[in-house]
Structure formats: structure tokens, C-alpha cells
């Protein structure tokens, strides 16, 4: 849990975003119309946690719809990279954040927004300077390129209180591999959506690789 110091006055995070489920679906929506039925058939899997990725102009309008009508999803926000999306993003129902990387700037403005976030590192003195700062919660991204799970195990000797939710080039074959290392809660991936089940509005096909995915 990414809660401030206790000097901060900023508002106490409620929930581990890397407790929900073992995978975080992190979908692109182009037409906000698909994201109620997509993100009932990932609920209907057994993923309750989904990214939706700060990309389309149909991002906002697609969390909103998600979370004011599907129950049990989770709906959070990706690809946040500025404290304007951060504010827009929970105005639009987000219950938590993901960035990329992290700047003083970002993560002042996540932390105060009082929902759990996830900023972005991939080196080890990236994390250690959002351990300075209390986060102990963060995205390792990109995941493969960055080094994969070898440089994660690498970090759990010198920073074991650092836990990550990897994400970039991980599938269904490799994320067994990420789920087992002792500093992963969660890893996130887009697998379960393939663009032309998507494109087909075949959702009880996403359902069924939701539900592989969740097996996890």
C-alpha cells in the first residue's frame, strides 16, 4: 500500500492494487461504447483490476461507463503522465493510477488524489528514491526490456521491501514465471484482449482468456 508519511496530511489509501487479482488486464479502448461489455466479460473472468490506458480521447468517457455500471470491476487509470490526468482521471470514477515512470511533480499529485497508485521504475535507484519517499508499491516497466525476471530477483536481495507489478511484453507463458518471484503481486498484460476479438466484439472469447489469465 502506497500510503504518504504520516507528515503529509495527504489522505490515507484505502486498498493494494497488487491484492486484487494476479492479473491486471491493461486495455486501450478506441470506442468507449465496448467498455462496459469488455470489461464485464474481464469481471466475469475473475479480473476485477483494469488499466485502462490515458491513450484514446476515448479513455475518460470508458472509465466513466465502467465504473458507474459494472459491478465489481475495478477501474483504474494508465499511462497517467500528468497531474491534469490525474485529477480528470478520478473525476471520471478511476480507483487507482498507473504511470509509466514518476517525477516529484506526478507522484505529489497521485499521492494527494487518496487512491492507491503505482508509479513506474526500472532501475533499482528509481526505486530506491520512491522508497525514500514512502512508496513501496510501484510498476517495473518495460518489463522484458528492462531485464525481465532476473533483474527482478536481482532486486529482492538489497530492496526486498519494494513489490511491483510488472508489465511490457509479458504473456501467458511468461507471467507464471513473474508470479512467482517473491517481490511481484501482480503482473499486467494485455493478452486476454486480442485485437481481433476486440475488433469482432467477441467477449465471450476475452472472457475465456480472462478466466485462464485469473487461473494464474
Not at 5 to 31: I, R, T, Y
Not at 50 to 64: F, G, K, S
Not at 89 to 97: I, K, P, W
Request: aromatic residues 4%; glycine residues 10%; proline residues 11%.
Amino acid at each position: 500500500m502506497n500510503a504518504p508519511p504520516p507528515s503529509s496530511g495527504a489522505p490515507a489509501v484505502p486498498f493494494s492494487v497488487l491484492g486484487l487479482a494476479p492479473v491486471v488486464p491493461v486495455v486501450v479502448v478506441e470506442d468507449a461504447a465496448d467498455a462496459v461489455p469488455l470489461a464485464r466479460a474481464l469481471v466475469a473472468g475473475g479480473l476485477p483490476a483494469i488499466e485502462v490506458t490515458l491513450r484514446t480521447p476515448a479513455a475518460p468517457d470508458a472509465i466513466r461507463a465502467v465504473a458507474a455500471e459494472v459491478p465489481g470491476a475495478v477501474v483504474g487509470a494508465g499511462t497517467v503522465l500528468t497531474p491534469g490526468q490525474v485529477t480528470d482521471a478520478v473525476a471520471a470514477g478511476a480507483r487507482f493510477l498507473v504511470s509509466p515512470g514518476c517525477t516529484d511533480t506526478l507522484l505529489a499529485a497521485m499521492r494527494a488524489a487518496g487512491v492507491p497508485f503505482l508509479p513506474g521504475v526500472s532501475t533499482a535507484s528509481e526505486v530506491m528514491a520512491l522508497l525514500e519517499r514512502g512508496v513501496r508499491e510501484m510498476k517495473f516497466f518495460p518489463a522484458r526490456a528492462a531485464g525481465g525476471t532476473a533483474y527482478l530477483k536481482s532486486l529482492a536481495g538489497p530492496l526486498p521491501q519494494a513489490r511491483f507489478c510488472p508489465t511490457g511484453g509479458i504473456g501467458p507463458d511468461t507471467a507464471p514465471e513473474y508470479l512467482a518471484l517473491p517481490n511481484v503481486g501482480c503482473v499486467g498484460g494485455s493478452w486476454m484482449l486480442p485485437e481481433d476479438a476486440v475488433a469482432a466484439r467477441d467477449w465471450d472469447h476475452v472472457e475465456r482468456l480472462a478466466r485462464e489469465a485469473a487461473a494464474l
